[in-house]
């Protein structure tokens, strides 16, 4: 590929990232500079189109997105990828996602809190939307927070299940991915729900 060519790609990448964050940020799912979304440009070798650090994500443009390899490292000497980049890649790599997207949002840190172990869904018509029949049992990992990716990466790969495409980080966010951005999208906004429903109707075990 051509340096204008590749320009035009990540170009067209950032702008597409841009639209979804602030598609988040209007949920308020994206405070602050919080969260950070990712697509794959190429696999062999892996390489992603990732949102920069530290950036309001409603008022993204399409020049604020960073190439990164597998590890989140770029070789950009100017733009820095947001410090979960690293994460990104080995969900793309492992998960074989073609989009990964990270959100502050508030019921799947809460659901983690009260299910460390793991969040269990059933008998919920929204699981559908999760892409998994209504009356399946699926169960969302959590992982401990850390801001080393490495480690965060290691509990991932050890919770990991090629059918449930999600990942909750306590005390922190979530992670989930799809084929593409949209179809992240529409995965976050369905775990989200389940979650919500998942907080709401627990039984108080005071
Ligand atoms: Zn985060």
Redesign the pocket.
């Given at each position: 590929m051509t340096a204008g060519a590749a320009d035009v790609e990540l170009r067209a990448a950032g702008a597409a990232l841009a639209a979804e964050c602030a598609r988040y940020a209007g949920m308020g799912w994206m405070r602050g500079t919080?969260?950070n979304l990712s697509v794959v440009l190429g696999r062999d070798p892996l390489r992603l189109a990732v949102t920069t650090s530290g950036k309001d994500k409603g008022e993204l443009t399409d020049d604020d997105v960073v190439v990164v390899d597998g590890h989140g490292r770029t070789d950009d000497p100017v733009k820095v990828p947001s410090a979960?980049a690293g994460l990104h890649g080995r969900i793309a790599a492992v998960a074989g996602a073609g989009a990964v997207v990270?959100v502050?949002a508030l019921a799947p840190v809460l659901a983690a809190e009260f299910w460390p172990d793991g969040v269990e869904l059933r008998d919920l018509e929204m699981l559908k939307g999760f892409g998994r029949a209504d009356h399946d049992v699926v169960t969302i990992p959590v992982a401990p927070n850390s801001q080393d990716m490495g480690v965060l990466g290691d509990a991932f790969e050890a919770g990991f299940r090629p059918d449930v495409p999600a990942l909750l980080v306590a005390r922190?966010?979530v992670y989930a991915w799809g084929a593409d951005l949209r179809q992240a999208r529409h995965r976050l906004e369905c775990l989200e729900w389940l979650l919500r429903f998942k907080v709401e109707t627990r039984r108080d075990s005071r």
């Open positions: 919080s969260g979960e990270h502050h922190h966010g």
